[in-house]
């Protein structure tokens, strides 16, 4: 994929869907000039987004031609939990990889079903850790925010708010579902294990009364089952050094052994042990299946039709604690099947592990109630967290269906990343100038002042390539409708005149957001952006062009930017650059961000982490006497420069409705 001038053209090179089922997806491309970053282009069926009445901004209208993720929580689960693999397996989230098949869900024919699907991203971060107590046992690790699946649908592990309110949560007696309780599993196969695989393999492969003519191995037997036999057998050489030859069975018993060096006889390693213990049992099993086994939507059976091969396969299930049914069928065979449904089965797989894969397919099995929820319990620890993203947009940890986080952000109003990939996932909805030109155009639209800049950066560095933002500005000032902009991206000069004749017919409010004069700190804190210098140029270029401008001193970050020199520098800086007005907004921890600063805290200043945790103890906002003590610092400092407006330090929901389009002295968004 290469850019052309304006516009992007896809030749087939870096095309990668890495959100598929993303509604309206025309493509995924990526380019080296934006290296890292995955463009996620779509014909978007809405361009003006209502915001939900529970939101504290001043504003009910928003129009963002670049989104990030569609939620407002991000998921995530501790290192060590085990993710149910598509073969049966489990591995912890932390070691798994893109490409990899696990399970996940689909509702199918009105139901929920178990499906095979792929890992497409996979990501780190830090988050305070919360442990769920299930019924059985199993405890898991996971941030707050984290949802899982329930019978009365999604819930997250803790109480708290996302964009469309309050969030549902998971309480004592909460019925989790999934294929419930994973087994242990042993490293690697014991030799107990291996003599068990073989005996098993051989002697249900072999002939049988139905079958007198069938030899080992038959053109029945899979080329897995047979690679896992022969590597059996040499191993089986090496524990317990007999006649190098390999048997078979001929016409009912064990041929005598042939020589060949290296490869244990087959002959010793299948006879039936006087004593078998659970190694072996398990291994037989999996042998058996291997040989005999058929799985339907979740469901085991296997048939055969010696009496004394059946009679073991029922005796193993009854030693290592599985449920059955003997039915007949035809041709003198016996049915064993598996009783227990997806939960005996995925236990199954994991104890006995046949080898071939066909045998260890959960797809089309139902979904059921796995676990309840015993206690949900803060360990009052951050701890490393782990989330990938699926192609069903979710997967089973440790029994249960679990949510993912499907979409990634991009640009929060602060600029702090919940992670690396949080901020490489753009979707950019090509179409939204003449999506939003039709819904302007509608005799319901009451020309309400739309706000743009308030969740994803409008004029971020992809804007110079795709070039919405001019179609945009069109429509809305062709309609009449007051609208602002609040950034942080120097492409905006661009459109400098077209805005400059917006707002000859429209009130047009612009807000540019500094947060620092430091370099280095903004650097790390805010990667990829403008520098100050850059944004502070941005404020005097919009001035020196007729149109006001406020800034957002945001966010302050307390303890590390927010001293009354570091402030008065910052707020003379501003001044001298020509803006209108400026507000002053202490740092808003909101969920997803949180995490990402104060891990981010932890390793640049460590001593000022239980501080924060004080500062911060009542949620999202900063302590209330912090944004007093600085409401006091800064409105001495706004009115020495000049800057001072009604409302100069934003502390929550009524200075937002209060600062919102007060054109041109106030800026107008946050």
């Known amino acids: 994929m290469r850019w052309s001038g304006q516009q992007v053209q896809d030749d087939g090179v870096g095309a990668e869907a890495a959100l598929p089922g993303l509604r309206g997806l025309l493509r995924s491309v990526r380019t080296p000039e934006f290296a890292g970053t995955v463009f996620h282009e779509v014909e978007a069926r809405s361009a003006l987004n209502r915001v939900p009445g529970t939101s504290p901004v001043p504003f009910r209208w928003t129009v963002n031609p670049y989104r990030g993720c569609s939620h407002a929580c991000v998921y995530c689960l501790a290192g060590p939990t085990r993710v149910l693999m598509a073969d049966g397996s489990t591995r912890p989230i932390a070691e798994l990889r893109v490409g990899d098949a696990v399970v996940g869900t689909e509702r199918v024919d009105g139901r929920r079903r178990y499906v095979r699907t792929t890992v497409h991203a996979h990501w780190s971060t830090a988050k305070p850790a919360v442990r769920l107590r299930l019924s059985g046992g199993t405890e898991i690790v996971a941030s707050g925010e984290h949802r899982f699946l329930t019978d009365s649908g999604w819930r997250h592990v803790t109480g708290g708010w996302c964009r469309s309110g309050r969030r549902p949560r998971l309480r004592p007696g909460s019925a989790l579902l999934g294929p419930g309780a994973f087994a242990a599993r042993a490293a690697s196969p014991t030799p107990g294990y291996r003599r068990g695989y073989l005996s098993g393999l051989v002697r249900a492969d072999g002939p049988t009364p139905a079958e007198p003519d069938r030899c080992f191995p038959s053109a029945h037997l899979e080329l897995e089952a047979l690679g896992r036999a022969h590597h059996y057998l040499a191993e089986a050489a090496r524990e317990a050094p007999v006649l190098a030859a390999v048997g078979g069975v001929v016409d009912g018993r064990i041929a005598?052994?042939?020589?060949?060096?290296?490869?244990?006889?087959?002959?010793?390693?299948?006879?039936?042990?006087?004593?078998?213990?659970?190694?072996?049992?398990?291994?037989?099993?999996?042998?058996?299946?291997?040989?005999?086994?058929?799985?339907?939507?979740?469901?085991?059976?296997?048939?055969?039709?010696?009496?004394?091969?059946?009679?073991?396969?029922?005796?193993?299930?009854?030693?290592?604690?599985?449920?059955?049914?003997?039915?007949?069928?035809?041709?003198?065979?016996?049915?064993?099947?598996?009783?227990?449904?997806?939960?005996?089965?995925?236990?199954?797989?994991?104890?006995?592990?046949?080898?071939?894969?066909?045998?260890?397919?959960?797809?089309?099995?139902?979904?059921?109630?796995?676990?309840?929820?015993?206690?949900?319990?803060?360990?009052?620890?951050?701890?490393?967290?782990?989330?990938?993203?699926?192609?069903?947009?979710?997967?089973?940890?440790?029994?249960?269906?679990?949510?993912?986080?499907?979409?990634?952000?991009?640009?929060?109003?602060?600029?702090?990343?919940?992670?690396?990939?949080f901020d490489s996932q753009i979707v950019v909805k090509v179409n939204v100038a003449r999506v939003l030109d039709r819904e302007l155009r509608r005799p319901r639209w009451e020309r309400e002042p739309v706000a743009m800049g308030t969740n994803t950066d409008p004029y971020q560095r992809a804007e110079g390539r795709y070039r919405l933002m001019p179609g945009v500005i069109?429509?809305?000032?062709?309609?009449?409708?007051?609208?602002?902009?609040?950034?942080?991206?120097?492409?905006?000069?661009?459109?400098?005149?077209?805005?400059?004749?917006?707002?000859?017919?429209?009130?047009?409010?612009?807000?540019?957001?500094?947060?620092?004069?430091?370099?280095?700190?903004?650097?790390?804190?805010?990667?990829?952006?403008?520098?100050?210098?850059?944004?502070?140029?941005?404020?005097?270029?919009?001035?020196?062009?007729?149109?006001?401008?406020?800034?957002?001193?945001?966010?302050?970050?307390?303890?590390?930017?927010?001293?009354?020199?570091?402030?008065?520098?910052?707020?003379?800086?501003?001044?001298?650059?020509?803006?209108?007005?400026?507000?002053?907004?202490?740092?808003?921890?909101?969920?997803?961000?949180?995490?990402?600063?104060?891990?981010?805290?932890?390793?640049?200043h460590p001593r000022l982490v239980d501080r924060y945790a004080r500062l911060y103890r009542r949620g999202s906002y900063v302590d209330a006497e912090y944004r007093r003590a600085l409401s006091a610092r800064v409105g001495p400092l706004l009115r020495r420069h000049g800057l001072a407006s009604e409302v100069g330090v934003v502390r929550g929901a009524a200075d937002l409705a209060r600062a919102a389009f007060q054109v041109p002295e106030q800026l107008t968004l946050l």
């Open 256 to 421: 005598p052994p042939v020589p060949r060096a290296g490869i244990a006889p087959v002959a010793e390693v299948v006879r039936w042990p006087e004593h078998p213990g659970d190694d072996w049992c398990a291994g037989f099993l999996a042998g058996v299946v291997d040989a005999r086994g058929a799985v339907a939507h979740g469901e085991l059976r296997v048939r055969h039709a010696d009496e004394e091969v059946v009679g073991r396969v029922a005796g193993a299930l009854h030693r290592l604690g599985f449920g059955f049914a003997m039915e007949g069928a035809e041709r003198g065979e016996r049915v064993v099947r598996l009783t227990g449904g997806p939960a005996a089965f995925v236990r199954f797989l994991q104890v006995a592990g046949p080898a071939v894969g066909r045998r260890r397919d959960l797809t089309g099995a139902p979904v059921e109630v796995a676990a309840e929820v015993v206690a949900v319990e803060p360990t009052g620890r951050v701890e490393a967290m782990y989330d990938i993203t699926t192609g069903t947009g979710d997967f089973v940890a440790e029994g249960v269906v679990s949510h993912n986080c499907f979409a990634r952000g991009t640009h929060s109003y602060l600029d702090l990343d919940t992670g690396a990939d």
């Open 474 to 604: 069109d429509a809305l000032a062709r309609s009449g409708t007051p609208f602002s902009l609040l950034t942080k991206g120097t492409v905006l000069t661009r459109d400098l005149p077209r805005l400059a004749a917006a707002a000859r017919d429209v009130p047009v409010g612009l807000g540019v957001s500094i947060a620092l004069l430091d370099r280095p700190l903004q650097a790390r804190l805010e990667p990829g952006t403008p520098s100050p210098e850059a944004r502070l140029d941005l404020v005097r270029r919009i001035t020196d062009a007729g149109l006001s401008c406020g800034v957002m001193v945001a966010p302050v970050l307390p303890l590390l930017t927010d001293s009354e020199e570091a402030l008065d520098a910052l707020l003379a800086r501003i001044r001298a650059a020509g803006a209108t007005g400026a507000s002053v907004m202490a740092l808003h921890l909101r969920p997803g961000t949180r995490e990402w600063f104060l891990a981010w805290l932890a390793r640049e």
